[in-house]
């Protein structure tokens, strides 16, 4: 039985949320707004959850176990997406489907799943920092900073793309590194007063809207930083500001228990929310009343309930007889 932390669902919640207006047609400066934090918000969680006596000791172990619980997905929900186009879209399926690309993790029909293989290069990246560094501090951030450094000048310089979106993992390291540290020294247990979590919130909210919407658009995939300052800047104030958020959600019953589920869901949510916008508007066409999106949304509510309930495998490939922990 996996513990878990009730305010992590909540952000992850707040996090996939954004994730999915992302991806509507709206304002710029609003995309450029979520655009500058959701998906830092993601690594920074991961790190924060990183379970470093597991995971730093043995490359086998989280090779595998990350396999299971993050390519695993990738590879399933790719499959679904490109099962759902070949309904409308056969032809252009097989002329465009890049196979080299899925296979090197870099590529996918469905599109947010770069983001599973991006995680699954940094916790692997990270957990052997750890283990060779033998947990010296100073010597982690030393590691993380440079290969951050070199992440940047591939973006700006380089452009190159490596395999299982390696490129974007030395950038994400930096996010993924801080939830570590942040949970490491218990930073987020001294903050529990709601006038306190209330002040925090106006000044790290304040913060994002400055340095947010005076730099170009964040985009990891497409690696566009702009501004590196602004970027860490937006990016850590976002995930602040998510964090007290989701702590504010604690005391609100109904808010709480819809951010809790969607968070508890998020992989699913990722996975899906993209591929049955097109599914319905090729099969069915424009509704009135934006009821095509209503559908959408059914879509993906049910793909939930039966996900887990009868298909858990999509979410996890348990063949390779990982201990449960």
Avoid: C
């Amino acid at each position: 039985m996996i513990n878990r932390i009730n305010w992590i669902d909540q952000a992850k919640g707040i996090g996939i949320l954004l994730v999915v207006i992302g991806h509507m047609t709206i304002p710029l400066k609003l995309s450029i707004l979520i655009f500058s934090f959701h998906m830092p918000l993601f690594f920074f969680i991961s790190g924060y959850l990183f379970n470093e006596k597991k995971y730093a000791s043995d490359f086998k172990t989280i090779v595998i176990s990350k396999f299971s619980t993050l390519v695993w997905p990738f590879i399933i929900f790719t499959f679904l997406a490109l099962l759902l186009r070949s309904i409308y879209d056969l032809k252009n399926i097989v002329d465009t489907f890049d196979y080299v690309r899925f296979l090197m993790g870099m590529d996918s029909i469905n599109v947010p799943l770069w983001f599973l293989t991006a995680l699954f290069s940094t916790e692997i990246i990270f957990s052997q920092i750890v283990r060779f560094s033998k947990h010296r501090l100073e010597v982690i951030v030393g590691l993380v900073s440079a290969l951050a450094i070199v992440g940047f000048l591939n973006a700006y310089f380089w452009h190159v793309e490596i395999f299982y979106n390696i490129h974007i993992a030395l950038i994400a390291l930096s996010f993924f590194s801080a939830g570590w540290l942040v949970k490491r020294y218990g930073v987020l247990e001294t903050i529990g007063n709601t006038k306190t979590l209330i002040i925090y919130f106006f000044i790290s909210s304040t913060t994002l809207f400055y340095f947010s919407l005076n730099n170009s658009k964040l985009d990891m995939l497409e690696s566009n930083y702009g501004n590196i300052m602004y970027v860490f800047l937006a990016a850590f104030a976002g995930i602040v500001s998510s964090i007290l958020l989701a702590k504010l959600f604690q005391q609100l019953k109904y808010v709480k228990a819809i951010f809790s589920y969607l968070g508890k869901n998020s992989l699913i949510i990722l996975a899906t929310h993209t591929i049955y916008a097109p599914f319905i508007l090729a099969t069915i066409g424009h509704l009135p009343y934006r009821l095509d999106r209503i559908l959408t949304i059914v879509f993906i509510f049910v793909s939930i309930e039966i996900i887990n309930r009868y298909l858990p495998f999509m979410l996890k490939f348990n063949g390779f007889g990982v201990e449960k922990k």
